[in-house]
């Protein structure tokens, strides 16, 4: 039975994450099933961005957005979460060795082309918005 008129529940599968990545004209690298890489060149530098689909969600992040070793300051914290709360889709956080990644997460369920467009180019403008900002401020905060 399907609930309320919506179509039939449809998770992304990897055919239909690479066929968005070509529409989108990305190149990438398969890592594994429903899992890609892919370089950007930007105003800021190259950075990478990883896309897996990961349980029921997209999950693309810049990662290492900003390597710092760990070295996080409260004052950096405090930014990110500023930076957080005036970005729709993607939020920066850090990963499992401190380092700044930026992510955006999506719910396969019901996923279509433009709502995985949308959350990449949010990804793409807030690292190339933010990139630089990040950087001066690490090394203004280094001796």
């Known amino acids: 039975m399907i609930p309320s008129g919506r179509p039939p529940k449809s998770a992304l599968q990897d055919a239909q994450l690479s066929a968005y990545l070509e529409r989108l004209e990305w190149e990438r690298e398969r890592v594994g099933d429903a899992h890609f890489r892919t370089t950007h060149k930007t105003s800021e530098g190259d950075f990478v961005i990883d896309l897996q689909v990961r349980r029921a969600w997209l999950v693309a992040r810049v990662d290492p957005f900003l390597d710092t070793g760990g070295d996080n300051s409260f004052e950096l914290s405090r930014w990110l979460l500023r930076q957080n709360w005036d970005m729709p889709q993607a939020k920066f956080g850090y990963d499992t060795e401190g380092r700044v990644v930026l ?41």
């Not at 719910?107 to 433009?114: A, K, N, Q, S």
């Not at 949010?122 to 900002?133: D, G």
């Open 103 to 143: 992510t955006v997460e999506l719910p396969t369920e019901y996923l279509d082309y433009v709502e995985v467009e949308t959350a990449l180019r949010t990804l793409l403008s807030a690292t190339v918005k933010h990139r630089r900002t990040l950087r001066e401020a690490v090394e203004q905060a280094q001796p």
